[in-house]
């Protein structure tokens, strides 16, 4: 499982519809509007994201 880097909510890798990549990484979502949201201003979100 992965965490939507923007909502929270816990999302399947294999089965996300909506996926994109920075610096390197995947990040998975659990929709369009969540994954707009990040590639608008990724910094903003990873920071938030425990590493």
């Known amino acids: 499982m992965a965490v ?10 294999k089965t996300a519809n909506y996926k994109s990549e920075y610096q390197g990484k ?3 979502f659990c929709a ?10 990724p910094k903003k979100y ?3 994201s425990p590493k």
């Open 4 to 13: 939507d880097p923007v909502c929270k909510m816990e999302v399947y890798e």
């Open 26 to 28: 995947t990040y998975y």
């Open 32 to 41: 369009e509007m969540c994954k707009n949201a990040f590639e608008e201003n």
């Open 46 to 48: 990873i920071q938030q």
